[in-house]
Each structure stands twice: as C-alpha cells, then as structure tokens.
C-alpha cells in the first residue's frame, strides 16, 4: 500500500459508536482494538461516548428485582410443601 | 439469613428437602425469573404461571442438576424453555435490523465525524445514585427494548450472566448475542442522553 492510502485505516466516529461494546466485550480483532483505541486517543467526543456506555451498562446493572412479599413467600412455602409431599417424580427438568 | 449462602450450598439443603434453602432460592431468583419471562409471554399473569412452573421443575429434578453449568445458568434454561413453550412469542419476530445504526445518523457530519460535541457523562457519580435517578427511566426503555435485545440485555447485565452462558440459556449464537446486546445498550445510553438533555433544561 501506498502511505497515502493510509488514511483508509484511520476509524471514523460513525464506525468508532458500531464498535464501542464489542470493545467492552473485548472482542475485536488485535489489529481493529489498536485502530479503536487509537481513534479515541486524539477524538475526545468518542472518549466521552464510550464513558456514558459505561455508566449505561453499571446503571443496568443497578436495577434490582422487586423484592419477594411476605404473601409470595407463605405461598411458596406451602407450594414447596405440596410439591415434595405429592411428587411422583417424573417432573421435566432439564440436565444441566 | 440466607443471603450469602452460596447458590451449591443451598441445592444441597435442598436436596435432603430443607423448605428454607428452597424459600432462599426463590427469594434470590424470583423477580428476575419474572421478568425474564415476561418477555416471552402475553403478560405478567402468564409469567408468574411459567415461574411458577419452572419452580416445581427445579424441586422435582434437582438431582438431575450435574453442576457442569451454573445454577442460574441451568435454572434460566429451564425457565426460557418453559416460557417458550407457554409463549405465542416464537411465532411472533421481533423486526430486527442489523444495519440500524447505534447512533442517529444526523449526529454525524459528511465526514462521518460527531456534528456536535458529545458532553462527558459525570463519570466519577456514584453507582447507586446514577440507579436510583435513571432507574425507571431505563427500566422503561428496558421493556421498551425489540425482545431479542432485551433478552440479552436483562440476562447479560441485570442479571449478570456471562455471555457464553447468555447463548446456553437463549440458544443463540455468540456473534448474535453480541449484535443483540449491542443493539440494545445503544438504545438504553440514548435514552439516557435524551433523559440528562431534558432535565439539564
């Protein structure tokens, strides 16, 4: 390749937003990381993109489940009781 | 009492037929079961049936569980085929692009560079103060997810599974799990832009 076709290589913020959770996967190719990380190094707006994915992902991540009520509770325990008492076997779960 | 109890360690219990380790299972897994459900069948009343359901599975086969997955991962796999079973969803196909963009596209110059500066996200906020303000903002757009996406989201980060686990319970490939996954987080930040755009007003 000629050095002035280099510039083919130079990743554009457009494709830089396509790759930013394959980056956080940590599954991009050697040669598509260092192109990545290189982008981000001189474009502080993909810097800052690649931030809010971040704190997007640890805020998911942040969303509990409700709590199980005292009524769900005695209502399981007396499902438990039913189900252990009344098992033939032959439930289908799967092998794991 | 049981919150730290190891997942083995209470199949254990449950295995001699110990009532607690199992209400502690459910305790645990309960809601995200639900919710996980939920995105297979018509609505909450349906998902609770197919929890209910996968439950009684789990207490009549735990001795079938090996322990060559994880608990969780063997429990949502039960879960997902039951759901499934239950559901009208395989019938029903999500209408999935793979060329949207994760980013409007007006956002862009010709040049394929940002038209305006992107403003940093206060980065150093804490975890739990940055829940509980876009908690149910982002859970909205969680549920407002195509299901697919929102699959993969809720399992890979609510739920925290990895994703070679994410694939097992859903049966999918590991390049689709990562075009979902990305689909959908790129959706989630978007809202949260639009969420901080509109109260910084």
């Given amino acids: 390749m000629m050095p002035a076709l280099r510039r083919r290589d130079e990743l554009v913020c457009r494709q830089v937003v396509e790759l930013v959770n394959d980056y956080l996967e940590d599954a991009l190719s050697r040669r598509d990381r260092r192109r990545f990380e290189r982008h981000l190094r001189g474009c502080p707006n993909c810097s800052a993109y690649l931030e809010q994915m971040r704190v997007t992902v640890a805020a998911t991540g942040r969303l509990s489940p409700e709590d199980l009520t005292p009524d769900a509770e005695e209502e399981f325990t007396r499902l438990f009781r039913a189900w252990t008492v009344g098992d033939g076997g032959g439930g289908s779960g799967s092998t794991g | ?201």
């Avoid at chain 2, 996968?54 to 039960?78: A, M, N, P, Q, Y």
């Avoid at chain 2, 793979?98 to 007006?106: F, G, H, I």
């Avoid at chain 2, 739990?128 to 697919?148: C, D, E, I």
């Fill in chain 2, 1 to 201: 009492m049981d919150a730290d109890e190891s997942d083995e360690s209470l199949l254990v219990r449950l295995r001699s037929g110990d009532e607690s380790a199992f209400l502690a299972l459910v305790t645990r897994y309960h809601a995200s079961m639900v919710r996980v459900a939920r995105g297979f069948v018509p609505n909450e009343a349906v998902a609770e049936e197919v929890v209910q359901d996968t439950w009684v599975g789990v207490v009549r086969g735990v001795d079938r569980f090996e322990g060559r997955s994880s608990f969780k991962t063997w429990l949502f796999r039960i879960l997902v085929n039951r759901a499934r079973t239950a559901g009208v969803r395989e019938h029903r196909h999500d209408t999935f692009d793979p060329t949207e963009p994760a980013v409007r596209p007006d956002r862009f110059d010709a040049s394929g560079a940002w038209a305006e500066p992107i403003a940093p996200w206060e980065s150093d906020a804490d975890d739990r103060l940055v829940a509980a303000t876009w908690g149910p903002s982002l859970r909205t757009a969680l549920y407002g997810l195509p299901q697919r996406q929102r699959d993969v989201v809720v399992l890979r980060d609510v739920e925290g599974l990895s994703s070679e686990d994410v694939c097992a319970v859903l049966g999918i490939s590991e390049g689709n799990q990562r075009v979902l996954l990305h689909r959908g987080r790129s959706r989630l930040r978007s809202v949260l832009e639009s969420e901080l755009a509109t109260r910084g007003r």
